[in-house]
Antibody
Framework: QVTLKESGPALVKPTQTLTLTCTLS??????????VSWIRQPPGKALEWLGR???????FYSTSLKTRLTISKDTSKNQVVLTLTNMDPADTATYYC?????????????WGQGTMVTVSS | DIQMTQSPSSLSAFVGDRVTITCRAS??????LNWYQQRPGKAPRLLIY???TLQTGVPLRFSGSGSGTDFTLTISSLQPEDIATYYC?????????FGQGTKVEIK
């Protein structure tokens, strides 16, 4: 069974760096074609795509966050890591990681449960 | 970046009604368009990918159509469990974006 689970701090202070981990189960980023994205959703607002990492370590970031965002993978732990620097209250959101459907569909077919992050002093 | 505009932002319909949500891209995205359903307090669920392909397990009352810049999600007969917010998402190229969502309620 393919699952993803996000983990990390629930509260961070402004200017701090956020690190979230997405633990994969039932599939591996060592496998050719596997891709994982991060998506976030501020309370009561729309979904926002943040970026993605591919099995071959290719990475793509949203234009608005590319100066602050890094996505990496730890294949030994089967994890994907999101790092977001210089956190601001506007970054308060539920953060999701999601598996990307194979082929050319580029759709998020399996989602983690999400982890809520609040930015406040 | 490609902007995605959904309409309406919210709608209310009776059980059994046909419901249509539209999504417009700021430039042509061929058929690289996906639809998601998000029930309150839950993670989104993929309904349709490639503009018209139904994801496994999704009820047949859901359908998608369109190509280029204009797309439609249709629920042929609205059910109480369809109460949710629906999002389109474009996957053309390497920078992906979501629409702002359409909230569906029951009258």
């Amino acid at each position: 069974q393919v699952t993803l689970k996000e983990s990390g701090p629930a509260l961070v202070k402004p200017t701090q760096t956020l690190t979230l981990t997405c633990t994969l189960s039932g599939f591996s980023l060592r496998t050719t074609g596997v891709r994982v994205s991060w998506i976030r959703q501020p309370p009561g607002k729309a979904l926002e795509w943040l970026g993605r990492i591919d099995w071959d370590d290719d990475k793509f970031y949203s234009t608005s966050l590319k100066t602050r965002l890094t996505i990496s993978k730890d294949t030994s732990k089967n994890q994907v890591v999101l790092t977001l620097t210089n956190m601001d209250p506007a970054d308060t959101a539920t953060y999701y990681c999601a598996h990307i459907l194979g082929g050319t569909a580029d759709a998020f077919d399996i989602w983690g449960q999400g982890t809520m992050v609040t930015v406040s002093s | 970046d490609i902007q995605m505009t959904q309409s309406p932002s919210s709608l209310s319909a009776f059980v059994g009604d046909r419901v249509t949500i539209t999504c417009r891209a700021s430039q042509s995205i061929d058929n690289f368009l996906n639809w998601y359903q998000q029930r309150p307090g839950k993670a989104p669920r993929l309904l349709i990918y490639g503009a018209s392909t139904l994801q496994t397990g999704v009820p047949l009352r859901f359908s998608g159509s369109g190509s280029g810049t204009d797309f439609t999600l249709t629920i042929s007969s609205l059910q109480p469990e369809d109460i949710a917010t629906y999002y389109c998402q474009q996957s053309d190229g390497t920078l992906w974006t979501f629409g702002q969502g359409t909230k569906v309620e029951i009258k």
